[in-house]
T-cell receptor, first 111, second 112 residues
C-alpha cells in the first residue's frame, strides 16, 4: 500500500491568514487528490492533480484555494485567506478511481 | 445532492456476530465502489472494493456485495471484533480517475 505523509498534523490560524498544507507521497503516482472532512460530516472532494496540472475541482475549490507541486515530490494545498468554515480535516490521497490511499490528514482550525 | 447514501448513522453489534453496513447510490455512471474505515483524527483506510461487473468480492473477514439493479451495496464483517469499531465510509467513482464520492458514514460499535 502506498504511503502518504502530511504536515503539519495540526494547524491553528487566525481568520484571514494564509495556510499551506503539505503532502509527501512516498511512492510515485500520477494522480493526487485533496479531500476535506468538516467535523461530523462526510469526506468531500476538493481537487485532483494529474501530471502537474489540476485535473478536476469541486465547487468548494474556489479562488481561495490553490495546489502546487513545487519540487516534483511535495504536493501543497494553499488557502489564501482562511475563513471559519475552512476548519476541517484535510486529506491528501493518491491512486486512481479504483483504489485511493489517504494520508493521516491535517487538522486545520481557524479562529 | 447525495449520490452515495448511508442511511444508518450507527450500528451496534456483539463481538463474534456479523456486521452488515449498507450503502445506496443514485448515479448510474458509478462503476467502482470502495469501503473505507476511519478512526478519529486519522485518514480513511482502504478496506475493500468492488467493480460493477462483479456482485461479490471477499477479503478475509470482509465481503462486499453489489446489487447493481437496486443500486445497493453492503459490507459484511464476519466475525466482528472490537477492533472493528470505527466509522465506515462507502465511496464510489466512475472510470476516468474521477474523484471518490463518499457517503456520510456509519459508526460501527462492536461490543465485547
Amino acid at each position: 500500500e502506498p504511503e502518504v505523509t502530511q504536515t503539519p498534523s495540526h494547524q491553528v490560524t487566525q481568520m484571514g491568514q494564509e495556510v499551506i498544507l503539505r503532502c509527501v507521497p512516498i511512492s510515485n503516482h500520477l494522480y493526487f487528490y485533496w479531500y476535506r472532512q468538516i467535523l461530523g460530516q462526510k469526506v468531500e472532494f476538493l481537487v485532483s492533480f494529474y501530471n502537474n496540472e489540476i485535473s478536476e475541482k469541486s465547487e468548494i475549490f474556489d479562488d481561495q484555494f490553490s495546489v502546487e507541486r513545487p519540487d516534483g515530490s511535495n504536493f501543497t494545498l494553499k488557502i489564501r485567506s482562511t475563513k471559519l468554515e475552512d476548519s476541517a480535516m484535510y486529506f491528501c490521497a493518491l491512486g486512481g478511481y479504483n483504489e485511493q490511499f489517504f494520508g493521516p490528514g491535517t487538522r486545520l482550525t481557524v479562529l | 445532492d447525495q449520490q452515495v447514501k448511508q442511511n444508518s448513522p450507527s450500528l451496534s453489534v456483539q463481538e463474534g456476530r456479523i456486521s452488515i453496513l449498507n450503502c445506496d447510490y443514485t448515479n448510474s455512471m458509478f462503476d467502482y465502489f470502495l469501503w473505507y474505515k476511519k478512526y478519529p483524527a486519522e485518514g480513511p483506510t482502504f478496506l475493500i472494493s468492488i467493480s460493477s461487473i462483479k456482485d461479490k468480492n471477499e477479503d478475509g473477514r470482509f465481503t462486499v456485495f453489489l446489487n447493481k439493479s437496486a443500486k445497493h451495496l453492503s459490507l459484511h464483517i464476519v466475525p466482528s471484533q472490537p477492533g472493528d469499531s470505527a466509522v465506515y465510509f462507502c465511496a464510489a467513482s466512475a472510470i476516468g480517475n474521477t474523484p471518490l464520492v463518499f457517503g456520510k458514514g456509519t459508526r460501527l460499535s462492536v461490543i465485547a
